[in-house]
């Protein structure tokens, strides 16, 4: 188990420095000179060209240190990340990890309460269509798969707003000032993903009932709910885990429309407004900081596999 963790943590820390260097070059390969680029973010639009200098570019080019070696750039930016400095922004002045660490406990919950949402809509669905398959149960639990999937999540959020809210006054609509004002956002994003997961434990959950050894089981006089709780929906969440750390990584840097919809003061409408504002700081330090919670998530989702599934344990072992 130890071996396995610290192979996956290697793997997962090789990744994330390779994005790091992605990351660095992004400011120092968009077109133009990124310190012309930084000040034009500074100065009145209409005015930019004129009130820019030579030596505001030169006094910039060696405050940003572009002036020296480009590898010798990255350590030393290196370096500050490593610190927990991802620098200013340009637009607010003020340090970005002050700023993304008030927004990112609103994020956080926002991804989490989607989640809860999520699977307690899409576990139920999705053994019902396994355990149903072509009966009416089915059928009906696909078609609401279907509606979840297609529909917009800016327009179910409307009509979330305009059912709960306007109509029923049941719950707010904006901003993040009670613990129910989660509830609306997170229906939103957490039924639109629901769709596809159930519709993902659903086919996994067939395909692992179809195999030689259920089928066997079966034939010996296994009821066909025992064999599935039991022996099949283990195996079955392989791929609904994979999923599930692919979304929760998306939902951790996606959610911006649902964000915006409902004002709700997460880093999806901060990050929105830095590459509107072209505030390539902020942006870098938001690009990192989402590589980092995927390589964890990834890291989190293989140890669960081994608790899963045995033949991972298994291949370690061969491997071993």
């Known amino acids: 188990m130890l071996a396995y963790a610290v192979k996956r943590a290697f793997a997962g820390l090789s990744v994330l420095l390779g994005i790091t260097v992605v990351i660095f070059l992004m400011l120092r390969f968009i077109p133009g000179d990124p310190a012309t ?13 004129a009130q820019i200098t030579q030596g505001d570019i030169q006094q910039m080019r060696e405050q940003m240190g572009l002036n020296d070696p480009l590898p010798e750039q990255y350590v030393k930016w290196l370096g500050r990340v490593v610190s927990g400095n991802l620098g200013t922004s340009l637009r607010s002045r003020q340090p970005i990890v002050d700023e993304l660490s008030v927004r990112l406990p609103a994020t956080l919950a926002l991804a989490g309460t989607s989640l809860l949402v999520m699977f307690v809509i899409a576990l139920p669905s999705g053994i019902l269509g396994g355990l149903y398959a072509g009966r009416p149960v089915d059928h009906a639990t696909r078609f609401l798969s279907l509606i979840g999937e297609s529909m917009p999540g800016f327009f179910l959020g409307v009509l979330l707003i305009y059912l709960f809210t306007i109509e029923l006054g049941w719950l707010p609509a904006l901003g993040w000032q009670r613990p129910e004002s989660i509830i609306l956002p997170a229906l939103t994003l957490g039924t639109g993903i629901a769709a596809a997961t159930s519709r993902l434990l659903r086919a996994s959950l067939l395909d692992t009932l179809s195999q030689p050894y259920m089928l066997m089981a079966e034939a010996k006089g296994m009821p066909r709910r025992i064999l ?66 995927f390589v964890i998530i990834n890291f989190t989702v293989d140890m669960l596999y081994r608790f899963l599934d045995p033949r991972v344990r298994v291949e370690e072992g061969n491997h071993g």
Not at 37 to 49: C, D, F, K, R
Not at 233 to 242: C, F, G, S, Y
Not at 250 to 273: C, D, H, K, M, S
């Open 37 to 49: 680029a930084v000040l034009l973010t500074m100065v009145e639009p209409g005015l930019a060209s």
């Open 228 to 293: 599935l709780f039991r022996h099949a929906l283990r195996p079955a969440l392989i791929p609904v885990l994979t999923s599930a750390s692919l979304v929760a990584g998306g939902l951790l840097g996606g959610a911006a429309v649902v964000e915006t919809v409902f004002a709700w003061p997460g880093i999806g409408r901060y990050v929105i407004e830095a590459i509107s504002g072209r505030d390539y700081p902020v942006v870098q330090g938001f690009t990192l900081i989402m590589a980092a919670m």
